[in-house]
């Protein structure tokens, strides 16, 4: 059994889940421009209110913040109709008329929160060399849909998908 162990966890580290990192605690937070940085040593989070329902989460993991080069984003950010921002010592709120974002502190997570209610609960970054990816609870009947053309289930609960 213990040789059956130790092949599954040599499995998972040559897979480079055991090497993932995620953000640990803020360091701390700013502004710049129309994004919010929430900084945990190196590693920034980076949040943008594209309108008053759509928010841009993104990961820096070493601290470069690169500009926006996405050639998929339909509307570029503008100021949403209503916009407020709330701190207190441990999270932040992003708040519009249709949605919000609540970032934690200790350690760094994020919730969306839409008109229907949380989604993408306690949602955590991680990454290794060659891999980014986010890790959020899903309610037990809850399902994903999309996910890029693809020829695979409708649903794509519990499924990896890459992004490219």
């Given at each position: 059994?213990?040789s059956?162990r130790?092949?599954?966890l040599?499995?998972?580290?040559s897979?480079?889940?055991?090497r993932?990192?995620?953000?640990?605690?803020?360091t701390?937070?700013?502004q710049?421009?129309?994004?919010?940085?929430?900084?945990?040593?190196?590693?920034?989070l980076?949040?943008t209110?594209?309108?008053?329902?759509?928010f841009?989460?993104?990961?820096?993991?070493?601290?470069?913040?690169?500009?926006?080069?996405?050639?998929v984003v339909?509307?570029p950010?503008?100021?949403?109709?209503y916009f407020?921002?709330?701190?207190?010592?441990?999270?932040?709120?992003l708040?519009?008329i249709g949605a919000?974002?609540?970032?934690n502190?200790?350690?760094?997570?994020f919730?969306?929160?839409?008109?229907?209610g949380?989604?993408?609960?306690?949602?955590?970054?991680?990454?290794?060399?060659?891999?980014?990816?986010?890790r959020f609870?899903l309610?037990s009947?809850?399902?994903?849909?999309?996910?890029g053309?693809?020829?695979l289930a409708?649903?794509?609960r519990?499924?990896?998908?890459?992004s490219?």
């Amino acid at each position: 059994m213990k040789s059956v162990r130790m092949a599954l966890l040599a499995l998972l580290a040559s897979a480079g889940l055991l090497r993932a990192e995620e953000m640990g605690n803020l360091t701390e937070y700013s502004q710049s421009g129309d994004r919010y940085l929430f900084r945990s040593g190196a590693c920034v989070l980076a949040v943008t209110a594209y309108t008053d329902r759509i928010f841009r989460v993104e990961l820096f993991p070493d601290g470069t913040i690169l500009p926006d080069s996405s050639a998929v984003v339909a509307i570029p950010p503008h100021p949403p109709i209503y916009f407020d921002a709330f701190a207190d010592s441990q999270h932040f709120d992003l708040l519009t008329i249709g949605a919000a974002i609540n970032v934690n502190f200790f350690p760094v997570r994020f919730t969306g929160v839409g008109a229907d209610g949380a989604y993408a609960e306690n949602a955590r970054f991680f990454w290794t060399d060659s891999t980014r990816g986010v890790r959020f609870n899903l309610s037990s009947g809850e399902s994903i849909y999309g996910g890029g053309e693809r020829a695979l289930a409708l649903n794509r609960r519990g499924q990896r998908l890459e992004s490219y």
